[in-house]
């Protein structure tokens, strides 16, 4: 029904709306040149990420005019529904919502942001998006039954419940099932390795390692609803991807001010950090970091541990053999955060990324390199 101009309500439980948010999140019409949907750069079949390879290779997607390229990463949509909407918390911290810069406050917000992006769906306007949408018979009737007999009549009444309808289908568990071997370990159905039993210790063992500062939500490091971010903001000193900026047509001065760039965001501190990714799916939806910098899970544990490392050899980044390049932003680095436990040897670092491959939907492990 609709209850404001602009603005109508559907009931978010309502299995038909996930059905209908289905067919949108698929629908390429809905691009400005009809070749590109939500999962062109959410593919089902990867993780919810993008597997298209560009003249960046997968660091950033194409977009619907087969031209334009982004300045960062498609996050992967996997188990999104659980971030929090944007807020700022008792300590000041920013904490929440969606794209790397927490921009979308909600689901809903996110899901209204590509098609009208000019290098991403490249729709021109929400009258545009209806035009697509009055095409659809199917369309048609479901948002009158839905959100009122009068919705196809109003640009951003539509558009409002397209977002809704969207949300839907990506809080449905084809989304989160909560099924990789990590999930199942918990519930007893199979064992880990010595060597992913390693990593989980190590994982969740501040004394150890500083993974779970940012990567771990619950109390409980055996919580099977854990996805791996506490959804805080964080500037790691990931350096420029150098590749992505050459073919992109974002100038070598340009500098991405992360959390500082989304509009309700305007003190300095924050310039540089980004939203925590969840880890779930990580090692079959890279490449890693905001820009897609890093190709390899293994480069991201090594990048993390040259913090604490004093070893020349873990100053050297073995992508490409040379000294890690200097972070993006100097300024706000989280330097307690990234210095907070010891230096990790080959063994324990692969260990980790063993763990972190038990945290892989099982529909996705065929996915998993050796």
Same mark, same amino acid.
């Given at each position: 029904?609709? %209850? ?5 309500? +559907?009931?978010?439980d309502?299995p038909?709306? +996930? ?22 750069? @959410? ?12 003249? *960046? ?31 700022? /918390? ?5 904490? !929440? ?22 290098? #991403? ?28 007999? @009068? ?6 009444? *539509?558009?409002?419940?397209? &977002? ?8 449905? *568990? ?19 390795? $010595?060597? #992913? ?20 939500? $619950? ?10 971010? /506490?959804?805080?903001?964080? /500037? ?5 991807? &150098?590749?992505a ?7 070598? !001065? ?12 305007? @003190?300095? +501190? ?16 890279g ?6 910098v ?15 490392? $004093?070893?020349? +050899?873990?100053? %050297?980044?073995?992508?490409t !053999? ?31 990324v063993?763990?972190? $491959? ?13």
């Amino acid at each position: 029904m609709i %209850i404001a101009a602009g603005t109508c309500v +559907a009931d978010p439980d309502q299995p038909a709306l +996930a059905e209908l948010g289905e067919a949108l999140f698929f629908d390429v019409n809905l691009s400005a040149n009809r070749t590109q949907a939500c999962a062109t750069c @959410h593919d089902p079949e990867y993780g919810f990420a993008d597997p298209r390879e560009t003249d *960046a290779g997968r660091a950033v997607s194409l977009g619907d005019d087969g031209a334009s390229l982004g300045d960062r990463s498609a996050p992967t949509a996997s188990y999104a529904a659980f971030t929090p909407s944007f807020y700022r /918390n008792d300590a000041g911290k920013y904490v !929440g919502g969606m794209f790397w810069d927490g921009r979308a406050a909600t689901l809903e917000d996110q899901a209204g942001g590509p098609p009208l992006n000019p290098i #991403e769906m490249g729709m021109p306007d929400k009258a545009s998006v209806l035009a697509r949408l009055q095409e659809n018979p199917f369309y048609i009737q479901s948002f009158e039954a839905m959100f009122g007999a @009068h919705v196809m009549q109003n640009a951003d009444a *539509a558009y409002d419940g397209m &977002t809704q309808a969207i949300a839907a289908f990506e809080r449905t *568990a084809l989304f989160a099932p909560f099924d990789s071997k990590y999930d199942r370990y918990l519930r007893g159905e199979v064992m880990l390795t $010595k060597q #992913e039993e390693l990593g989980r210790v190590l994982f969740f063992s501040p004394q150890f390692t500083n993974c779970n500062l940012c990567h771990q939500l $619950k109390t409980s490091p055996v919580d099977p609803q854990e996805t791996f971010s /506490n959804y805080e903001y964080h /500037n790691i000193g990931v350096p420029v991807n &150098t590749l992505a900026r050459s073919v992109n047509g974002v100038g070598d !001065g340009a500098v991405d001010q992360g959390l500082l760039q989304n509009p309700g965001v305007d @003190h300095p +501190a924050e310039e540089g950090r980004f939203k925590v990714p969840t880890l779930r799916n990580v090692a079959v939806t890279g490449p890693y970091m905001h820009n897609g910098v890093f190709q390899d899970l293994r480069t991201v544990i090594l990048f993390y541990n040259k913090y604490n490392s $004093k070893s020349k +050899a873990r100053q %050297i980044n073995p992508e490409t !053999g040379k000294t890690w390049r200097l972070p993006e932003v100097f300024k706000t680095l989280s330097v307690s955060e990234l210095t907070e436990g010891p230096a990790l040897e080959d063994n324990r670092i692969d260990a980790l990324v063993a763990f972190m $491959k038990t945290l892989t939907d099982a529909r996705y492990e065929h996915l998993l390199e050796d």
